[in-house]
């Protein structure tokens, strides 16, 4: 494995399980930032509980990360283009991982949706990054 990661790009993609190996990385990357919102919606009243605030305001847990995810797709799918798609992918999955971090340890319900959008936004980038990814593969 290890001389596997260290090979140059040619000897990785000639590597029999290399195309497995993206697909697989690309479909648990864009799933894990994106299924933290299916998980939420269950758990909307009892947060609002926690945070001693309504649900009206605890929706916007769902509204606003969606709004960001749908304004940002094309954006990010330029950003690959420029940049390179595996870049934006890598870099989106590990800002989006430590923002549900911070958002996890929000104080009060402005923090969390503040940090939970920002999380989204950033996770935004794996779907675009991922499908860029894979057409360049196959």
Do not use: C
């Amino acid at each position: 494995m290890i001389s596997f990661l260290r090979a140059d790009r040619e000897e990785r993609e000639a590597h029999p399980r290399y195309r497995a190996s993206v697909v697989a990385v690309a479909v648990m990357g864009a799933a894990a930032s994106s299924f933290t919102g299916a998980l939420l919606f269950g758990a909307l009243p009892s947060i609002a509980a926690d945070l001693h605030t309504s649900t009206s305001v605890i929706s916007w847990l769902g509204i606003a990360p969606s709004i960001a995810f749908a304004v940002s797709m094309p954006l990010f799918g330029k950003l690959g283009d420029l940049y390179g798609h595996r870049k934006v992918f890598i870099l989106g999955w590990a800002v989006a991982a430590v923002l549900s971090l911070a958002a996890a340890a929000s104080p009060n319900v402005g923090w969390l949706i503040a940090l939970r959008t920002a999380g989204q936004l950033a996770g935004t980038s794996t779907s675009p990054a991922a499908y860029g990814v894979l057409a360049r593969i196959f």
